[in-house]
């Protein structure tokens, strides 16, 4: 048997296929009944029915010329059709009236065709020789109708033999083998099919091929594969378009679908498994009384039956027991797939490594499904584009509100029915989705359900760690329930902070406000502004409300002359926003809070300290940033005995602490900022369960008392503090020491480092350090940057696991130790503008380790030949090595070296020679010559790879940089002035012009000071500036966050580079202090449809000191 392929000639697009009848077979076959109907016909048709596959065949003998109507409709009514071409085929008008109708079927439809060329060649088909001549045909004598039809036959002959098929004769081998191959390539094109057939089904294909991937279908054993979301998200969808792929393949195959609602319902799992046993054996008389198959026959017959089994929505792990069992009571060779909304009832029988989370729809997915049913595939005469996105933003991937949420669009004829109806939508979700969603909630447990309900009033986009705190305030054991949420699809976790998606969360909020619609005091968690406003003005009493969460600038009416909680007396929970921008307008006279509060947050609290009736005995924690707070903040009557959190972040009116002393069990202190702080209690060495103190930006913090043995995380940095107490020197629990720029320390203690430092150790900015007698052991990344070091302490040799040090700005930094090349772990050195460091030290041995080395603006004049040991190099980089002369031939040795700068080494007029032993540069990526004197690049410096993946634009892209940066000049947008060297530069707003934050790297136009990921990006320059409009050179601008550019046909030849992005943000000042990350989307989308989305972070801001920002990237 060979496969025969003959390529005809054809357009390369395909024209447009017309709608067919609905298919109802999977292969119609088309044959001579006297040559193949009791042979390899009739074998193939067996086959095919084996393997479940809906099979047309014509048992009747052909009766005169004329095909018999149901015929006709047969062939259009299937997906293949198979024209087994035999010795006599063509001698019968009624074969080859099925041939013509079978090959318009496939001109209009798009049917595929196999044709077999069963005992003849299939050239005597092509060329009508042998038994296919016109003689042969006898067709002139035997058929009277016109001569045209005779014409037709031939070149529908000519066509079918001229199309990939098959060709057996006796020499191809044995006819069981030939059916075979025969139905497996019918299999492989149904299921092209059966992809085709998922138009409908948006953003499915590749979630297909990635459970077809978990099967190992080629694998023996049993294996049971798990799929796991939210509802809605597909799941059902998704696993029935694999069973109908793979069902096939199988000797039998069961669907069982809604498992969660039948084993509800009378026989419940009982009757499933009944069911299930049947389908699989094909043996309607089966009946199991018992929960288990216990009967000998029944399992045996079972291990001989290689199934497929899908069990769709299951929610307990008692119906997997009953179904599933042992995985040994299946078939080897059997696949069972089980969907669930819940991980943990998967986890009970199916392997981690095969549990798929389906993923909802992309954006431009979502669009998509969206717009199918809201407009039925038609096209919209008004724009609704932005309408449409704002829909789909809200919905978020979720495939089953996108179809709801679109059908319900379809009757809306202008943009303003559009928009009531998507108003309407907001308020009132749909019944469908809302049921739908609602199942996973109403299986939880209370505990569960609680927790739920406080996520979605309160907690959405929070940091997971402070949410199981005030869950336990609360009364409930966060630990466990979120994980249930989680295996439950009803949270997700994303880099720490708990999300959940919208019309969950609007659920829970419904689920809250249906426990009294008419009174808010009757529902347990009030959230929304109105709804407090109203309880506190009619004053009444309540011991119904448990948690408040106020924004006190949704309200109209934001004076409120008296704020009784006092009445709520079962509120253990309050969170207040106070608009802080009107924090000179009196907004409240008087406060009352219940005593049965354990819980108090309340952003820019106006009063100078708490209600004097207010018994905070229950008070666990306490949040009062941005506050008018001051050091009495309670009276000494007031204990917080069981207070464990308190913070008072950013209160300029605090000149010391509140008293604490009796707060024995106080784990975290936070008075970050407190400008007017001017020193700390001595008896905070007493506090023996504190283990956080934040410090940070207390200016006038001068002196520090000792801290208690239990400290982990302490925050010094911009303080004023001169010395460093011993004792926190000395503390092994200290895991996180911050004491970056504070410029007036002078020395550390000179007892011996035990703080467990892990991670980062910085002292960058500390510029009046000039020495320090020990290391933390455990650091891992050393910043020593922009201090008054000399030289490394040779404790250093001890800090074994040292991957990074930074050494950049180090002003007096002349040389380093020998012993730092013996850091086995160290990957990153950065000397960066150490301007009078002159030359590395010798490196004896092969270095294996460093990757990356920046000497940028130093003072080196040459570099040693023992460069060439540093064989792990990646990327060398020497911007602005003005002194610069000499470079070693050995630099050739560096064969891992892919980034190689000498930008700016004015001073450097040629590169050393290639000597014929060197290895050369043969993973070379980026070659920057920039602004030097080097004319040519010697012979041999640059194999092929080398020179194909060479930026050979980089003197272009600097132009084109220096062009944009004059334009901005221009435009005279006012840049923030700063001078990396100077001492501390506040401006009006206290900011301070040289911090951390804003680092000069951030407006350097050649920058290099990246960690080694980045430098593996494009040239990429970020300028930040003060203003409030895009410069009017940006040809394209708009209002709001998204802009479309129509790029000209002919931008891939001209000499376009990338574009040029400037964006202005405005914020209130509230929000200074607190760092944003700003991303850009680019979607690329070409004339033919497809499109590409990239994502791409720009810089983070933070504590601007500004209400508006402006940020060009390019």
Known sequence: MHVVDRNMNS????????????????????????????????????????????????????????????????????????????KTYASSTWCLKELVHILGCKERYGQIVIPIFYGIDPSHVRKQQGTYTLEGLQLKKRFKGSRDEVVNWRAALEEAANMSGFHHSSKTGTAADFVEKVVQDILTKLNRESSSDLKG?????????????????????VCCVGIWGMAGIGKTTLVDAVFHRQSSKFEAACFLANVREKSEQTGGPNQLLNKLVRKILKD??????????????????????????VLDDVNASSQLEVLVGDHDRFCQGSRIIITARDKGVLEEKVDNEKIYEVEGLSFNEALQLFHSHAFKNKSPTIDYTELSKEVVEYVKGIPLAHKVMGSSFLRCKSKQEWEDQWNKLKRFPSEEIKKALRVSYDGLEENEKEIFLDIACFHKDENIDGVKRMLYIRGFYGEVGIKVLIDRSLISIWEGWIAMHDLLQEMGRAIVREQCIEEPRKRSRLFIAEDVYQVLTNNQRTATVQAIFFDWSKIEKLNLNHANFEKMYQLRWLRVNYPRF??????????????????????????????????????????????????QLWNKDQKLINLKVISLRSSDHLTEVPNLSQSQKIERIDLYDCNRLVEIPSYFKYLNKLTNLELGRCRKLKTLPDMPCNVEFLDLSKTAIEELPSSVWSHEKISELDIRYCRDLKSLPSSSCKPNVLGTFSLCGCKSLYKFPELPRNTTVLDLSKTGIKDLPSSIKFVFGLTTIKLVACKSLVSLPMNIWNLKSLKSLDLSR?????????????????????????????????????????????????????????????????????NGCSELKKLPPVLIDRVGLVSLEALNLAKCSILEIPDGLLDQNARRNIMVDAQLRIMRIATAWSKFKEEKIEQSSYDSDDDYDYDSDGYDSDSDDYDSEDYDLNDTDHDPDDMMQENFIAIKCWGYEIPNWFSHQSEGSSINIKLPPDWFSTDFLGFALSLVIAFNKDYAEFSMKIGCKYNFKTSNGESHEINHPLHPFANSGSSKLHQGDK
């Open 201 to 221: 089904l948006v953003g499915i294909e590749w979630k297909i091929e990635k459970i077809e991937s978990l099967l190992c279908l080629s694998s023996p054993g």
């Open 11 to 86: 357009s390369s697009s395909s024209p447009p296929f017309a709608a067919p009848l609905q298919e109802k077979y999977d292969v119609f076959l088309s044959f001579r009944g006297k040559d193949t109907r009791d042979t390899f016909t009739s074998h193939l048709h067996a086959a095919l029915l084996r393997k479940k596959i809906e099979t047309y065949m014509d048992r009747r003998l052909e009766k005169g010329d004329d095909i018999e109507p149901a015929l006709l409709e047969a062939i259009e009514k299937s997906k293949i059709s198979v024209v087994i071409f035999s």
């Open 284 to 309: 309607k008389d089966i009946t199991i009384d018992t929960l288990s198959i216990g009967q000998t026959s029944i399992q045996a017959r079972l291990r001989r039956t290689k199934a497929l089994i």
């Open 834 to 902: 150490c301007s009078n460091f002159q030359h590395l030290p010798k490196i004896s041995d092969p270095v294996e380790h460093l990757e990356f080395l920046n000497l940028s603006g130093t003072a080196v004049k040459e570099l040693l030949p023992s460069v060439g040991n540093l064989v792990a190099l990646k990327y060398l980089v020497l911007h602005k090595c003005k002194n610069l002369e000499v470079v070693p031939n050995s630099i050739y040795s560096l064969s891992n070296l892919k980034t190689l700068s000498f």
């Open 582 to 631: 009107l924090k000179n307008i009196t907004l409240i006279d008087s406060l009352d809070l219940p005593n049965s509060l354990s819980y108090l947050e309340w952003e820019g609290y106006p009063l100078k300290s708490l209600p004097s009736k207010f018994s905070p005995e229950n008070l666990v924690e306490l949040h009062m940033p941005f506050s008018e707070v001051g050091a």
